[in-house]
């Protein structure tokens, strides 16, 4: 029961951290007018593959420096039980 607990208290402590860390981005990429489909069976227009490609990767940059530049903001108790977790189940095997 006290392990359910904390899964959801990390749970929304991860969910608010990624809201604010990844809102702007997320928000942009969902744009209609922003097109970064890159599978040219759903493309429209094979011609801007490239360019969607180029997109596709701008935002993949954008989310993984957001995430890198946030590191401070990632609350320490979380690092911590993920760290612990990780040892424990190294130990174990």
């Given amino acids: 029961m006290l392990y359910v607990l904390l899964c959801f208290i990390i749970?929304?402590?991860?969910?608010?951290?990624l809201h604010d860390t990844l809102d702007n981005v997320i928000k942009t990429l969902l744009d209609p007018n922003v097109d970064c489909e890159v599978d040219p069976m759903k493309i429209q227009c094979l011609d801007n593959l490239?360019?969607?490609?180029?997109?596709?990767?701008?935002?993949?940059?954008?989310?993984?420096?957001?995430?890198?530049?946030?590191?401070?903001?990632?609350p320490r108790?979380?690092?911590l039980a993920c760290l612990l977790g990780l040892s424990l189940c190294c130990y174990v095997m």
């Fill in 11 to 17: 749970a929304g402590v991860l969910w608010q951290y």
């Fill in 50 to 74: 490239a360019a969607n490609q180029d997109s596709l990767l701008d935002f993949v940059r954008k989310v993984w420096c957001r995430i890198v530049n946030s590191k401070q903001q990632f």
């Fill in 77 to 79: 108790y979380v690092a």
